[in-house]
């Protein structure tokens, strides 16, 4: 798909942010800024700072999971830019793209932690062909150290190994460069977040958001 015409890849569903923009299956520029906060401010700027401003035939982005804020934005961004230009907008689940960073260094199964909530990470399992094996799941350190595979990925790779004392590590953030790596069956027309965990924030009488 990303090997036909030209694509924007943007992931800011962590405190990494980037883009890059794609054609005919190679890469014509980007950038990553390892930023923990300030996506708005950042994202747009990063996008106009690519050639033609960005402007794609089509714009993949993760959903997720990650940071609540960190997600609704770089989707946020993708759906305007896809109105704006007339062009379809299709998502991918950010553990996923990990996934398939790690196995493009490392071959082979791969379990995958990145930072959640309250202390929590989370966790997926993937098979050799990049599948997930299990389901994404928010868990605290001591449960998710009780997990397989022994190739773990993600930011908290290194913590999960120590924890449980044995395995090899691959530290990771999501990154929009390395998105030709994904199998074709992780993108969706579904641009529904990945949140991973229910929302903190409630609304007045204890509504949740939408996840709209």
């Known amino acids: 798909m990303l090997n036909e015409g030209r694509w924007l890849a943007i992931d800011a569903t962590t405190q990494a942010c980037s883009v890059a923009l794609f054609e005919q299956g190679a890469l014509v520029a980007g950038d990553y800024r390892l930023l923990g906060r300030g996506h708005a401010e950042a994202l747009v700027p990063m996008i106009a700072g690519l050639p033609d401003q960005g402007r794609a035939d089509g714009i993949v982005a993760g959903l997720g999971p990650g940071s609540f804020t960190g997600v609704r934005i770089g989707l946020a961004a993708a759906r305007a830019l896809g109105v704006a230009w007339g062009v379809p907008v299709l998502g991918y689940p950010t553990l996923s793209l990990i996934a398939a960073m790690a196995q493009a260094r490392q071959a082979g199964e791969v379990l995958i932690a990145t930072t959640g909530g309250h202390g929590e ?10 599948a997930a094996s299990s389901a994404l799941q928010s868990l605290p350190p001591a449960q998710a150290a009780e997990l397989a595979p022994e190739h ?26 390395e998105v030709l790596h994904l199998p074709q069956a992780c993108y969706t027309q579904d641009l529904s977040p990945l949140y991973g965990r229910a929302p903190d924030a409630r609304l007045p009488g204890g509504r949740l958001p939408s996840a709209a």
């Not at 990925?153 to 929009?176: C, H, Y």
């Open 121 to 130: 990470w989370f966790t997926q399992s993937f098979d050799a062909m990049g």
């Open 152 to 177: 773990v990925a993600g930011n908290e790779a290194e913590a999960l190994v120590a924890k449980r004392g044995f395995g090899s590590a691959t530290p990771l953030w999501p990154d929009a460069h």
